[in-house]
């Protein structure tokens, strides 16, 4: 590969990114300034990333209510990172069999 700017030969170059187990593949052009990541790397590294961003997941049990109404507790972090207060709405919505979202409006 050689560089759009200069038509020196590019330097392939593995950089390591912090938390991230692959290295994302650039090319350096020795002569210039120009480097270009190489694209499949750079998914990689997305992917993984993305991966890595767990969101808060807390198991909870189902409770009774009354005769015909279940219901389940906030605990405190959620409340807290999401303001909630009693008698605040929240749109509930089933996108999947086992999912459940619950949206602040
Ligand atoms: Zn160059």
């Known amino acids: 590969m050689?560089?759009?700017?200069c038509n020196t030969e590019l330097r392939k170059?593995?950089?390591e990114i912090e938390d991230i187990k692959t290295p994302a593949i650039s090319f350096q052009c020795p002569g210039c300034d120009y480097y270009s990541f190489?694209?499949?790397?750079?998914?990689?590294?997305?992917?993984?990333?993305?991966?890595?961003?767990?969101?808060?997941?807390?198991?909870?049990?189902?409770?009774?209510?009354?005769?015909?109404?279940l219901g389940m507790y906030f605990n405190k972090d959620i409340?807290?990172?999401?303001?909630l207060e009693s008698g605040k709405e929240i749109l509930v919505s089933v996108p999947e069999k086992n999912k459940i979202i619950?949206?602040?409006v």
């Open 38 to 69: 190489e694209p499949e790397s750079t998914m990689e590294i997305i992917n993984e990333l993305k991966e890595k961003e767990t969101p808060l997941k807390i198991k909870q049990k189902i409770i009774k209510l009354s005769q015909d109404r």
């Open 79 to 83: 409340i807290k990172s999401l303001k």
């Open 102 to 104: 619950l949206q602040v």
């Open 13 to 15: 170059v593995e950089v």
């Open 2 to 5: 050689k560089c759009p700017n």
